[in-house]
Each structure stands twice: as structure tokens, then as C-alpha cells.
């Protein structure tokens, strides 16, 4: 198989950091996906970029690639998941989020990363759709800039119940931005079982121009719920088959980040299904 598989570090947040990413290289991954957390690569804690240095370091050392993914649940209020958002109401809260994919576009080109992942969290009660692109547009033009600079991808990810929640909506933004070449997108594998009409291979396929990220788990149509693979009724030869197809030659990241209690289990076993299928594919 082709493919440079990687797990993400939110579903092993019960593990030090070292720890986990000795646990990936030695059960053969090619790569992480790195949440930007308290536990793990804290972004607001002071000296990130010596922290930054040191765990590139360690990366080369273990000879795992990176992707930075900033979808930690409190990291920047530890009252409010996911909060605040690009969307918020409160401009100081849309430029706290803006902040932090500024320092994750930061240290993504400090690590030698692939891309940034984001995504656009829920419109808030009361706001337009027009209003909530409107901000969408203006808290991400100055990371756009960033990454642009640092010739780093954004790749923002359509997450079930945002604003930008589909492929549809993600070409929207693509026109509302003028198609940046900064812009690209992470494509959740798990989330086109769950909504988007084409199967999960042929999303693929129309997606792999913008194909930035990739992350995979398995997954129910309708249910958005992050499944161990082979516990929903996702077609893994097909989708492997079609990441292969295209040349999509990024990370393909497991994203199990409600399973950190079994998570060492868990990323061996995900790599052993991958493989599997990948070699009937």
C-alpha cells in the first residue's frame, strides 16, 4: 500500500506525547495528525517555539510526518467546546480562534508539516448565514495570508453541523475567497458515510484537486459517530483504492478521539485493518 498512514494524537490523550509518537513509529506509521492541546504541544503555553524545535527533532529522530490539527475540544475556553469560534459573536472571540490558527500555521512550518487543519464550528443562535460567512471570510483572510507565506496549506475540514459542513459548502468558501492556493481541504472519510450523497470513494475522487488532509474512520449514514474500523459501513477498499488512484500522497490519519482509553490497542488494530484492506484494494 501506497498510502502514508498517521493517528491523531486526540485519541491518545492519556498517553505523554513521547510516548504516543515512540507507540506510532513502532507499530510502523508513517506520520501523526498533532492536536495543538494542553496535554500534548500546548500552543499557549510559554516557549512554544523551543517546544516546537524540540519536537521536530524527536519527529526526525522517529521518522514520523506531521500534520497540525487544531480541533482540541477546550483550548481556548474550558467552559465552551470548540468555543470560541470562527463564527462568534464576540470579535475578540473570532480573533482568539483567528490567534490560534496563526500559531498553528506557525508551528506547522516549524515541524516541516504538510497542512493545517480547521474547521468553522456552528453559526451561532441568531446569526444569519450571510452574517456568518461574512465573518468566516474576514477571521480566515489573515490566516490564509500565513500560510501563504509559510507555504503551508489550510486545510479546512466539513464537519457535520457547522457552517461548513459538506463539499458543497466547502466550493462555496473556495468562491467567496477568490480560491486562494493557500485553501485546500481536509477530507473526513467517516463524515461523507455520514452526509454527503456520493459514497465516501467517489468523494475522492471529485475532491483530490483541493486534497490537503485526509482523516479515516469508520462510521454509520446519518449518525455522526467516530467507529473503530470495521464497526460501521464504510467500504475501506474503495476509499484506499481512490486516495491511491488520485495520488493523494499526504497523511491519512485515524481520528478515533473518543477512544483514548483504548487508544494504544486501538492504533495498532487501525493499522492492521488499513493494511489489510489496502492490499485487497
Known sequence: MNLRL???TNGLTDLRLD???VLLAD???DGVGLTLDHMHLDPLAPDLAARTRRLAGRLADL???VTVETGARYVLDPR???GPSLLDPDPDGRAARTGLLLRAVQVAADLGAHAVHCFTGITPHGTSDSTAWQRLEAALTPVLDAAATAHVPLAVEPEPGHLLSNL???HHLRTLLGDPEPLGLTLDIGHCQCLEPASPADCVKTAAPWLR???IEDMRRGVHEHLPLGDGEIDFPSVLDALAAVGYRGLTVVELPRHSHAGPELARASIEFLRTRGAAA
Open 6 to 8: 498517521g493517528y491523531g
Open 213 to 215: 488532509h485526509v482523516q
Open 168 to 170: 458543497e459548502d466547502f
Open 27 to 29: 507499530l510502523g506509521y
Open 19 to 21: 510516548d504516543a509518537l
Open 80 to 82: 465552551r467546546k470548540h
Open 63 to 65: 521518522g514520523l510526518e
